[in-house]
């Protein structure tokens, strides 16, 4: 299995990205995938993630309605669309994919970092202010 995550660069404060996962080797709608991203000096934190079979979604509170998470299941591909990004934003960002899950904690695997089955190397964000 392969995550490959891109579309990262060097944006202004105020302006948009749109990240890209790219998925291989796996059931792609099987899969529940989810966005982390990683500032320095800092810990990993959970963004957003997204159901296999319906597209349902989660947000962390500091990026919903900024950020948007979305799947195409033919191209085996999540992305992660971010607008008005904010200098706090940089990080590094990578995906992840789950054994898809349902139940109204369908997301816990990713908010508790725990369980995962698969991690992708990151693409690199930087928010200039």
């Known amino acids: 299995v392969q995550l490959q995550a891109s579309g990262g660069g060097l944006v202004q404060a105020g302006g948009s990205l749109r990240l890209s996962c790219a998925a291989s080797g796996l059931s792609f709608s099987a899969y529940n995938m989810a966005w982390f991203r990683q500032a320095p000096g800092k810990g990993r934190e959970f963004v957003a993630a997204i159901r296999g079979s319906d597209s349902r979604t989660y947000y962390v509170d500091s990026v919903k309605g900024r950020f948007t998470i979305f799947r195409d299941n033919v191209k085996n591909t999540a992305y992660l669309q971010m607008n008005s990004l904010k200098p706090e934003d940089t990080a590094v960002y990578s995906c992840?994919?789950?054994?898809?899950?349902?139940?109204?904690?369908?997301?816990?695997?990713?908010?508790?970092?725990?369980?995962?089955?698969?991690w992708g190397k990151g693409t690199q964000v930087t928010v200039s202010s």
């Open positions: 992840a994919a789950d054994r898809q899950r349902f139940g109204p904690r369908w997301y816990s695997d990713f908010m508790d970092q725990s369980g995962i089955d698969y």
